[in-house]
Nanobody, 127 residues
Framework: QVQLVESGGGLVQAGGSLRLSCAASGRTFSSYAMGWFRQTPGKEREFVGTIQWSGGTTYYADSVKGRFTISRDNAKNTVYLQMNSLKPEDTAVYYC????????????????????WGQGTQVTVSS
């Protein structure tokens, strides 16, 4: 059974940092893209960024580029989202996702391309 378990969310002041973790289990993810998305009430799920598990190539949404970094630890089967210079508008529930998505920027930001999802972790940035 595939499981993605996020952790690391919390409350932080604007300008601060948080690191989210996504522990993956249940299958081999070497050919998968591991994505991060976020969602606020009443809005659609928004793409944050993604990493190619095997090669480590990353792709980010413009709204987080230069502030957020995705990495992975193959030995721990864990993907990380390092968030720096946080802004109140980054407040959301953050989700980890995994999918056999072709490395095509037209597809990587689409939630429907990802097969597996975590339960989400709340990030709140106060002003």
């Amino acid at each position: 059974q595939v499981q993605l378990v996020e952790s690391g969310g919390g409350l932080v002041q604007a300008g601060g940092s948080l690191r989210l973790s996504c522990a993956a289990s249940g299958r081999t993810f070497s050919s998968y893209a591991m994505g991060w998305f976020r969602q606020t009430p009443g809005k659609e799920r928004e793409f944050v960024g993604t990493i190619q598990w095997s090669g480590g190539t990353t792709y980010y949404a413009d709204s987080v580029k230069g502030r957020f970094t995705i990495s992975r630890d193959n030995a721990k089967n864990t993907v990380y989202l390092q968030m720096n210079s946080l802004k109140p508008e980054d407040t959301a529930v953050y989700y980890c996702a995994a999918g056999g998505v072709p490395w095509d920027r037209r597809l990587l930001g689409t939630p429907g391309e990802y097969e597996y999802w975590g339960q989400g972790t709340q990030v709140t940035v106060s002003s």
